[in-house]
């Protein structure tokens, strides 16, 4: 199944507003430390319901706001979902970023970056769209040290990269993208049951739940275009 085909039937599904719920908890954090300043031009890269350009609008002033995705039927949701005339959404993929070089302040990307058919080429666009001083913020919980989220390859049909905390450094500064900053935002909202309901139909032990929330929660590599 392509991207589009795959997150087409999530979107029409109403999937796009679930995932907005969930990665909320841990998106609003890292969304809060970018350095965005009123006026800046952002690109959301993956953004599915389309809510954290709109975030950045609201609370940063953000001047314009793309956000990209492989899927149409996500676009649309996304453009549905508000009437400002300083937020776009357009369809793309990863490979090919539709924006001019030096054009894009600041790149911010929540569990959508490992789709990418070569996350090495992706980090190539983002580093060309950067103007210099820009920031690419990538937000995964899928990584390698989240033992918890591997069995998530075998759910999907699109090939998902799972790297380390250090092949994300690596990659980035490959691309040749700084790494200003990589740490866990712990994702302190989802409700964790009692001992006493353990297992659970998702879990086994109350320890795992709470190491994938409270401790692993989202992986955040903060990238700086020189
Ligand atoms: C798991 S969803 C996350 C959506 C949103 N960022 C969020 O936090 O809820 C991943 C999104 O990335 C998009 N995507 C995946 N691979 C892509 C690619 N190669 N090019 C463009 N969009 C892609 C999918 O269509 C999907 O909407």
Known sequence: MSVREEFDEWAASGRDRGMEQRHWHTAKHALARM??????????????????????????????????????????NAASYTDDPKVAYVVGDFDDLPF???????????????YAADPHHTLEEVARILRPGGTFYCAVNYYEENVHSHEWQERISIEMTRWDREQYRTAFRDAGIHVAAQDNVPDRETEIPDESAFPTEDWETREDMVE???????????????
């Open 35 to 76: 350095p965005v300043e009123p006026g800046d031009v952002v690109l959301d890269l993956g953004c599915g319901s389309g809510y954290a350009g709109r975030a950045l609008r609201d609370t940063k002033e953000a001047g314009r706001v793309y956000g990209l995705d492989g899927a149409p039927e996500m676009a649309r």
């Open 100 to 114: 001019a070089d030096d054009s894009i302040d600041h790149v911010w990307s929540m569990e959508a970056f490992y």
């Open 212 to 226: 994938r929330y409270r401790e692993y929660g989202t992986l955040l590599t903060v990238g700086v275009a020189p």
